[in-house]
């Protein structure tokens, strides 16, 4: 069984930053694409960013490419998402993804991740 856990988020204010940290349990955490997707309220889930197993390549949406970075520590299972410049349009439930096998990395769509954690809640005050 794999679990997914959160964590890091917070309120902060306009232009600060955070780092968001996902810990995963089961086997073979290095063998799967992980992302980070993000919903606001009202809105439907949107994707953030995600990594390749090796963590060598990295996609990161336009709406917070410059300002996000995804990493991986896989030794650690854990998947990292550092967030700089952060402004209220971020605020967001974020949730950390496992990708299912078999799919190419760049498809950036939540139906192509199976295993999702809780969330952890960002809030950006202005």
């Known amino acids: 069984q794999v679990q997914l856990v959160e964590s890091g988020g917070g309120l902060v204010q306009n232009g600060e930053s955070l780092r968001l940290s996902c810990a995963a349990s089961?086997?073979?955490?290095?063998?799967?694409?992980m992302g980070w997707f993000r919903q606001a309220p009202g809105k439907d889930r949107e994707f953030v960013a995600c990594?390749?197993?090796?963590?060598?390549?990295?996609y990161c949406a336009d709406s917070v490419k410059g300002r996000f970075t995804i990493s991986r520590d896989n030794a650690k299972a854990t998947v990292f998402l550092h967030m700089s410049s952060l402004k209220p349009e971020d605020t967001a439930v974020y949730y950390c993804?496992?990708?299912?096998?078999?799919?190419?990395?760049?498809?950036?769509?939540?139906?192509?991740?199976?295993?999702w954690g809780q969330g952890t809640q960002v809030t950006v005050s202005s």
């Open positions: 993804a496992r990708q299912r096998t078999g799919v190419a990395m760049s498809t950036f769509s939540e139906s192509d991740y199976d295993y």
């Open positions: 089961g086997r073979a955490f290095s063998n799967y694409v």
């Open positions: 990594i390749s197993t090796s963590g060598l390549t990295t």
